[in-house]
């Protein structure tokens, strides 16, 4: 019994630190872009573009896409990582904030939160719908990421990329060129640069590897099966591919780990204390890369949770800045 007990004592400090986590990175105000351009007809096909501070005109910047989290969720905007974008910014980087079409949101509760709580227990049911947490799909709770939209929106974004980054910041270098992202954005960096390895009838295949420098990817949810197994928010890579019922057939077209090897270098960075989306889920997909004959850097951070990867306040956001000075520079 006091095994138990200690257990949930640990439980309940982890949540309630998460969430400390979760305030933080959402504490700072938005930053407004200095242009924003679409990439398509659909309101959410745009791109925010970020210049860097104090650039030297004698080095052409290179340039970050970011891909924000959210569980694929409509609630969760581009809006939440622009301090994150900022920051990268003032660390000598061209950003270029994607925005993607998601679930579909419910209307808001009057005085809610502008951006809901993505951690916290939660008990999927069938085809992913959650009773609690962040990953709540019942009673009109929104519903994780559109097929194939959101697949569709990431894909024609990083065709696109280049030449728009040639027009909105002439002072970057788009041939030097970083994907990251974070949790459910980090899953689409990591599919966005194995786009070479999908099967024949995909839509979104390439015919070769994406021009980059890298990858940087932040508490990925690198490998559905195992979030899946963990109830990683919700059931949300359930929701993503349409539902338990086609789950399987999907899990070719959309799981970075079944996309393997890449041939793109490749970091993911992991908070050892991340209770939205456990470090198992980074190893495993840094395990199957080792099987496929592919180095995949996992960096760990002690006593980091979920949120301090994107906080300009925290000190794990140096050091995501620093690996992707690494593959950038």
Known sequence: MQDDAASRDDDAAAIAR????????????????????????????????????????????????VLHGGAWRAPYDRRHITPFADFLTRRGFAVANVEYRRGEAPAPAPGGPVIPAQSGPADPGRDGAASSGSGDTAAGAPVAGRWPDTFDDVAAALDALPALVRRALPGADPGRMVITGHSAGGHLAL????????????????????????VVALAPIADFEVA???????????????????????????????LLPTGIATTLVQGRSDVVVPQAVAESYADAAAKAGEVVGLTLLEDVGHFPLIDPAADACAVVAEEIAQLAW
């Open 18 to 65: 998460d969430a400390a986590e979760e305030a933080s990175a959402f504490s700072h105000p938005a930053v407004d872009p200095d242009v924003t351009m679409p990439y398509g007809d659909h309101p959410d096909q745009v791109i925010d573009f970020y210049a860097p501070r104090d650039p030297d005109p004698a080095v052409p910047a290179p340039v970050v896409a």
């Open 228 to 258: 899946e197994k963990l109830a990683v928010c919700g059931g949300a890579s359930s929701q993503l591919l349409g539902g338990e019922a086609l789950f399987e057939e999907r899990l070719p077209y959309a799981d970075p780990v079944r």
């Open 191 to 214: 599919w966005a640069a194995a786009r070479h390895l999908l099967p024949a009838d995909a839509p979104w295949r390439t015919d070769g590897p994406a021009p980059l420098r890298g």
